[in-house]
């Protein structure tokens, strides 16, 4: 997520061509267009799919956010589970950011099924990938897999994130053995590289975990992907 100061900065810049600590004007100006978009939805947004509801958080949420990540299944590809308190104070960066930009990670619902399954949404990179990037990344509940939720909330968050934020890419990462992670990324359109693999800053280079691959999603793409055989 961009630090505060990072998005004063962008907004009293103007139209002027700054360099923001020390960046070259180009990276500058692009992440000073980026600060812009994170202001553009002052109010949490929904989304709504056939099956989904992608909603802003509920205090009714923690506990079965809490026990998710208490759940090894659903964290083996994290350095560890969370306990109750860490899994609330991820919640509140998460409602914090949706407060902030009025989107981020979502709470899932499936109306009629269930009130909360975990999140789906758009989460800013930067900080882990070093330049401005924003992410499309899930969690959901382990009894709520292999029902196609993951992928049809991630279509939907990655079409707000073109339509709605104009973003030109959207990325997504996981550690090199999350296969599972990695068949949504392919099924969304993304693609990947080798030569984008990189160690994950923040899990020690001694972990399997750290070596992570990137996933890309061009606006572009996706346009060409999702245009109907009417707009072919």
């Known amino acids: 997520m961009l630090p505060v100061d990072h998005i004063d900065a962008a907004k009293s810049s103007g139209s002027r ?3 923001l600590d020390g960046r070259c004007p180009h990276v ?3 992440e000073k ?3 812009w978009q994170y ?3 002052p109010v ?3 989304l709504r799919t056939e099956r989904l509801l992608l909603r802003p958080w509920r205090l009714g949420d923690r506990d079965t956010f809490a026990a ?3 759940d090894a299944r659903v964290m083996e590809w994290f350095p560890a589970t969370l306990t ?5 104070a991820l919640a509140d960066r998460i409602e914090h950011q949706m407060e902030e930009q009025g989107w981020g990670l979502w709470a899932v619902e499936v109306p009629a099924v269930a009130d909360f399954i975990g999140f789906i949404g758009l989460s800013p990179a930067d900080d882990t990938l070093g330049y401005p990037s924003v992410e499309v990344g899930w969690r959901l509940a382990a009894s709520f897999w292999g029902r196609g939720y993951a992928l049809e909330g991630a279509l939907a968050a990655v079409g707000f994130g073109f339509q709605q934020l104009a973003l030109d890419e959207i990325v997504s990462f996981t550690s090199v053995g999350n296969t599972r992670s990695r068949r949504v990324m392919e099924k969304l359109g993304m693609t990947y590289r080798s030569e984008d693999d990189f160690d994950h800053p923040r899990i020690a280079q001694t972990s399997p975990l750290c070596r992570h691959v990137l996933y890309r999603l061009t606006k572009s793409a996706f346009v060409r992907a999702t245009m109907g055989p009417k707009d072919a």
């Not at 109750?84 to 609330?88: F, G, Q, R, T």
Request: cysteine-free; glycine content about 0%; proline content about 9%.
């Open 68 to 70: 998710l990540n208490a």
């Open 17 to 19: 061509s700054v360099d």
């Open 84 to 88: 109750p308190d860490e899994s609330d």
């Open 39 to 41: 202001r553009l939805m």
């Open 28 to 30: 500058a100006e692009k």
């Open 44 to 46: 949490p947004s929904t």
């Open 33 to 35: 267009r980026l600060a």
